[in-house]
């Protein structure tokens, strides 16, 4: 009984030490850290877009910047994780307009759909989805999203 309660520990290390060469083989190692300068600008990403730029305040640590955020996001922390900001490369399409986004507090938006560009009939089994592509507020035809007519 203690023998095979060992060999069964013995298993259990085996497959977590392969399933972690695997993880390491991932590793890009030719990815280099993001890495910023006081007085650079860099983009804020807010849910899954880039709502504009901002100065970098300081450095905090390798993973954190304090920026300087608007007058009107002062109730928002000012330091942010290093995975949410992106260097600022002048290019107006990047950026979208900031009065146009409404900000909540907690630095969320809510997606307002301003088009409909597509409508499709799917069928699945023996029912017909309907599905429509949108163009949203603040986005390009490019982001356009299909979803469903029932959640809109």
């Not at 900001?85 to 990047?94: F, I, N, R």
């Not at 630095?107 to 560009?117: A, D, G, M, N, R």
């Not at 009939?121 to 299909?146: F, G, N, P, Y």
Request: charged share 25%; glycine share 0%; net charge negative.
């Amino acid at each position: 009984m203690v023998q095979e309660a060992e060999r069964g520990v013995q298993v259990i290390q085996e497959r977590i030490l392969t399933a972690q060469s695997h993880q390491i083989s991932y590793v890009d190692n030719n990815q280099k850290p993001l890495e910023f300068e006081v007085s650079d600008y860099v983009f804020l990403k807010v849910l899954s877009t880039y709502i504009r730029h901002f100065e970098v305040l300081r450095h905090i640590s390798i993973i954190a910047y304090h920026l300087v955020l608007l007058p009107n996001l002062s109730n928002v922390h000012p330091v942010f994780h290093v995975f949410i900001l992106k260097k600022y490369v002048l290019d107006p399409l990047h950026v979208i307009r900031y009065d146009e986004v409404q900000l909540q507090d907690e630095l969320s938006y809510k997606e307002q759909p301003l088009v409909i560009l597509d409508r499709q009939v799917k069928q699945l089994c023996s029912k017909d989805i309907v599905i429509m592509k949108l163009l949203w507020q603040s986005h390009s035809i490019e982001e356009a999203t299909w979803e469903l007519k029932k959640k809109m």
